[in-house]
């Protein structure tokens, strides 16, 4: 079994974002890249199902611009056999790396995809149930537990009100929630090795899909801040300024 | 031309979602549909309630045993062949996790992009969504005919019901298509909680790490009189005193209640991102530098452990 992790490059979650002062786009200065953390335990779980003997090769994949690389070697550090760069000028909308992804799970003839619900940031929850759609394989989303057994791959999924048990035949699409496996560490000769590998991009235009975006980015704002309160001596005070105040209690 | 909502439900009950849905409809122009799509048992009620919604001009509902289990396949092709009748400008559904799963399949079938998690509707085609968990805005303008959108339900009031003496919009089926057998649904639980769901309650208590066990009990009296959900931050979730679940904050509940009771947390970037839009904060923290203190709006220096017993005491 042949299982694909989609990798996104993320601003790392414990960085404040701030836009530039012309609001042209995020402050980049002294913010760390990362992993996406949801693509991280979707990645964890594919390794452990190998470990395991269910899966025979995992392999990650990045679209966008020469900055993936980096996020594409550390997958290859934390243990992906292989891993596939495609390269984008440009930012693509969540209907756009869908296609990609999807020409790229058949053409490497796939049994499993493995991929975070969102990105953390853009926090958009698109990309995985566009891929089932695209793709055509059940879609088992917001994974908290997983397990692969006889073709068939079974998740626990997050609900609004706890979760629901749900079974499919591979191929399969399963979107991940951060907490379904806890990220390995990267060994240094691990990274030393994955520092070797060279990593070739090919064209997203060479995948032939349609690269037309439906949406685009007309602003970004920042949202009004909201200003320090008043420190209050003791619950007696807080009371009686929650009652005057908010009509809340 | 016309909106169409997708009912949301959940037991036989349509989840108020639906109506926080409806209102964001309502700053579109249109005639607003529901579809609702559900098993034999519940279908019929359900499109009651869904046509008692004030505001509603048409119901379509499809039943079929099979809808029972609301499998995306299953209600993202149905839906789409209501689409499909034509006349439709809009889709809408809420940001919950059945929308989160459901609209983004149903956008890729229909081979257009579409925005989710929009908190205000600015004109027909451009929408604002929060990003980085709500650290920033971002505006975005949909090109496609039929626009697909998901909206934060709590940025949205519910929209009201009608009574009984007032005329309900009229209900019509739709014919429902096979089964897609692709997934089997094998169990379905729900929590058995006696508090509100953290995403919907009025008022929300967070723990965080200056929270001991033996702080618990007086926290739940606290919540108990306040009828509040109770949250955690990363902290405690990482130290396994609760499950992920009840995590408040940017890879947790993004939440808005009224009322937002930090409780020994100290605010770290995530966290705040995930509650800043609570409308009145009150932070209890030992620390005067915890930076929760720089969005509360009341905040106490002081012990959980005493000033919780003390709250109690009060109201």
Same mark, same amino acid.
């Given at each position: 079994?042949?299982i694909?992790v989609?990798?996104?490059?993320?601003?790392?979650p414990?960085?404040?974002v701030?836009?530039?002062?012309?609001h042209?786009?995020?402050?980049m200065t002294?913010?760390?890249m990362?992993?996406n953390?949801?693509?991280e335990?979707?990645?964890?779980a594919?390794?452990?199902?190998?470990?395991?003997?269910?899966a025979?090769q995992?392999l990650?994949?990045s679209c966008?611009?020469?900055?993936?690389?980096e996020t594409?070697?550390?997958?290859?550090?934390?243990?992906?056999?292989?891993t596939?760069?495609?390269?984008?000028?440009?930012?693509?909308?969540?209907?756009?790396?869908?296609?990609?992804?999807k020409?790229?799970?058949v053409?490497?003839?796939c049994?499993?995809?493995?991929?975070g619900r969102?990105?953390?940031g853009s926090?958009?929850?698109?990309?995985?149930?566009m891929?089932?759609?695209l793709l055509?394989w059940?879609y088992?989303p917001f994974?908290?537990?997983?397990?692969v057994e006889g073709?068939d791959?079974?998740?626990?999924?997050k609900t609004?009100?706890?979760?629901?048990t749900?079974?499919?035949?591979?191929?399969?699409?399963?979107?991940?929630?951060i907490?379904?496996?806890?990220?390995?560490?990267?060994s240094?000769?691990?990274?030393?090795?994955a520092?070797k590998?060279?990593?070739v991009?090919?064209?997203?235009?060479a995948?032939?899909?349609?690269?037309e975006?439906?949406?685009?980015?007309?602003?970004?704002?920042?949202?009004p801040?909201?200003n320090?309160?008043?420190?209050l001596?003791d619950?007696?005070a807080?009371?009686?300024r929650?009652r005057?105040?908010?009509g809340?209690? | 031309?016309?909106i169409?909502?997708l009912?949301e439900?959940a037991e036989?009950r349509?989840?108020?979602?639906?109506?926080?849905t409806a209102t964001a409809?309502r700053?579109l122009?249109g005639?607003?549909?529901?579809l609702?799509m559900?098993?034999?048992a519940?279908?019929?009620t359900?499109?009651?309630?869904?046509? @008692?919604?004030? #505001?509603?001009a048409?119901?379509w509902? !499809?039943? %079929? +045993?099979h809808l029972e289990?609301?499998?995306?396949?299953?209600t993202?092709?149905?839906?789409q062949?209501?689409l499909e009748?034509?006349g439709?400008?809009?889709a809408?559904?809420?940001?919950?996790?059945?929308?989160k799963r459901?609209?983004?399949?149903?956008?890729a079938?229909?081979?257009?992009d579409l925005v989710t998690d929009?908190?205000?509707?600015?004109?027909?085609?451009t929408?604002?969504?929060?990003?980085?968990?709500g650290?920033?805005?971002?505006v975005?303008?949909l090109?496609s005919a039929v626009k697909?959108?998901?909206?934060?339900?709590?940025a949205f @009031?519910?929209? #009201?019901v009608?009574?009984?003496?007032? !005329?309900? %919009? +009229?209900?019509?089926?739709?014919?429902p298509?096979?089964?897609?057998?692709?997934v089997r649904?094998?169990e379905r639980r729900?929590?058995?909680s006696?508090r509100?769901e953290?995403?919907?309650?009025?008022?929300?208590i967070?723990?965080?790490l200056?929270v001991g066990?033996?702080?618990?009990p007086?926290?739940?009296?606290l919540?108990?009189k306040?009828n509040?959900?109770i949250?955690?931050?990363r902290a405690v979730?990482?130290?396994?005193?609760?499950?992920s679940?009840?995590l408040?904050?940017?890879?947790?509940k993004?939440?808005a209640?009224?009322?937002?009771?930090a409780?020994?947390?100290?605010g770290?970037?995530?966290?705040?991102?995930?509650?800043?839009?609570?409308k009145?904060?009150?932070?209890?923290?030992?620390?005067?530098?915890?930076?929760?203190f720089?969005i509360?709006?009341?905040?106490i220096?002081?012990d959980?452990?005493?000033?919780?017993?003390?709250l109690?005491?009060?109201?």
């Open positions: 079994m042949k694909l989609p990798v996104k490059r993320v601003i790392d414990s960085f404040k701030r836009l530039k002062p012309d042209s786009g995020l402050d002294y913010m760390k990362v992993m953390p949801y693509d335990a979707a990645l964890e594919a390794l452990q199902l190998k470990e395991r003997g269910m025979t995992v990650t994949v966008g611009t020469d900055d993936c690389v594409l070697r550390t997958s290859l550090a934390l243990g992906a056999d292989e596939l760069f495609i390269e984008a000028r440009y930012a693509m909308t969540p209907l756009v790396v869908a296609r990609l992804l020409a790229v799970a053409r490497e003839a049994d499993l995809v493995l991929i969102q990105g953390m926090d958009g929850n698109q990309v995985g149930p891929l089932a759609a055509g059940p088992l994974a908290e537990a997983l397990t073709g791959v079974r998740v626990r999924s609004d009100r706890g979760f629901e749900l079974e499919a035949a591979l191929p399969a699409l399963v979107s991940v929630e907490g379904l496996a806890a990220p390995r560490y990267v240094m000769p691990s990274l030393m090795k520092k590998r060279k990593i991009g090919e064209a997203a235009e995948l032939g899909v349609d690269m975006m439906g949406v685009a980015v007309v602003q970004l704002r920042s949202p801040e909201r320090c309160g008043t420190l001596p619950a007696a807080l009371v009686e929650l005057a105040e908010t809340i209690i | 031309m016309a169409l909502i009912a439900h036989g349509l989840d108020e979602a639906t109506r926080r409809a700053s122009n005639d607003i549909h529901v609702v559900a098993g034999d519940h279908a019929e359900l499109s009651q309630q869904a046509a @008692s919604i004030e #505001g509603i048409h119901v509902c !499809a039943t %079929a +045993p289990a609301q499998l995306t396949e299953d993202a092709a149905q839906a062949a209501v009748r034509g439709y400008r809009y809408l559904m809420s940001s919950s996790y059945l929308g459901l609209m983004p399949y149903l956008a079938l229909r081979g257009t929009v908190t205000k509707i600015e004109t027909e085609d929408f604002v969504r929060p990003v980085y968990a650290s920033l805005l971002v975005e303008r090109k697909l959108l998901t909206v934060r339900a709590n @009031s519910p929209a #009201g009608q009574t009984a003496a007032q !005329a309900a %919009a +009229p209900i019509e089926t739709v014919p298509l096979p089964p897609k057998q692709a649904l094998v729900s929590e058995q006696s509100p953290l995403s919907r309650a009025r008022i929300v967070g723990c965080g200056g066990k033996k702080d618990m007086a926290v739940e009296k919540a108990d306040l509040a959900a949250g955690v931050s979730v990482e130290e396994e005193t609760a499950s679940d009840y408040l904050g940017q890879t947790g993004i939440i209640p009224e009322l937002y009771i409780l020994g947390i100290s770290a970037v995530q966290h705040l991102a995930g509650v800043k839009d609570s009145v904060i009150v932070a209890v923290n030992k620390d005067p530098n915890a930076p929760i720089q509360a709006d009341y905040g220096v002081g959980v452990a005493e000033v919780v017993p003390e109690v005491g009060l109201l």
